[in-house]
């Protein structure tokens, strides 16, 4: 999606969630200019700049999937849901992956990590849970 495309979906999105007291930027491609432009405009922009992986922070994430402590709403009421489930099962071969993406970026930061942080320090703190874990995946 071009820049001026992203400002109005951001936009657009800010409008119909204003409950959304935080919105995760990617300081990547057009996230350091996207927060420039709309910073006086809309609150809550957190740039983020990512240190590992897609496949890394899916895996962080996927015990509290695997246990089941993730809830969706049911398809019937939420028509995204199908379409989320099913890139989500097929990350990372699915032709697109930004549910997948956003989804792992949204429960890491509810995840209290061994650092003491809210964020993908997770990761980053000494814990091998997620190297472990990717070397007996088959991607």
Same mark, same amino acid.
């Given at each position: 999606?071009? &820049?001026?495309?992203?400002?109005?979906? *951001?936009?657009? %999105?800010?409008?119909?969630? =204003?409950?959304?007291?935080?919105?995760? *930027?990617?300081?990547?491609?057009?996230?350091?200019? %996207?927060?420039?432009?709309?910073?006086?405009?809309? #609150?809550? $922009?957190?740039? +983020?700049?990512? !240190? #590992?992986?897609?496949?890394?922070?899916?895996?962080? +994430?996927?015990?509290?999937?695997?246990?089941?402590?993730?809830? $969706?709403?049911?398809?019937?009421?939420?028509?995204? +849901?199908?379409? @989320?489930?099913?890139? *989500? +099962? !097929? &990350? =990372?071969?699915?032709?697109?992956?930004?549910?997948?993406?956003?989804?792992?970026?949204? $429960?890491?930061? @509810? !995840? *209290?990590?061994?650092?003491?942080? @809210?964020?993908?320090?997770?990761?980053?703190?000494?814990?091998?849970?997620?190297?472990? @874990?990717?070397?007996?995946?088959?991607?």
């Amino acid at each position: 999606m071009d &820049f001026p495309t992203t400002i109005r979906a *951001v936009r657009s %999105l800010s409008a119909k969630h =204003p409950d959304a007291f935080a919105k995760i *930027v990617e300081e990547k491609a057009n996230g350091a200019a %996207l927060i420039a432009t709309l910073k006086n405009e809309i #609150t809550g $922009l957190i740039p +983020v700049n990512l !240190q #590992t992986s897609k496949e890394m922070r899916i895996m962080a +994430v996927s015990p509290e999937i695997e246990a089941g402590n993730v809830y $969706l709403p049911d398809p019937a009421a939420c028509s995204w +849901v199908s379409e @989320f489930i099913d890139e *989500v +099962v !097929q &990350f =990372p071969k699915a032709k697109h992956d930004n549910c997948a993406d956003c989804m792992s970026m949204a $429960l890491l930061r @509810f !995840q *209290v990590s061994r650092c003491g942080t @809210f964020t993908e320090d997770y990761l980053d703190c000494g814990n091998t849970f997620a190297d472990s @874990f990717i070397s007996r995946m088959e991607w």
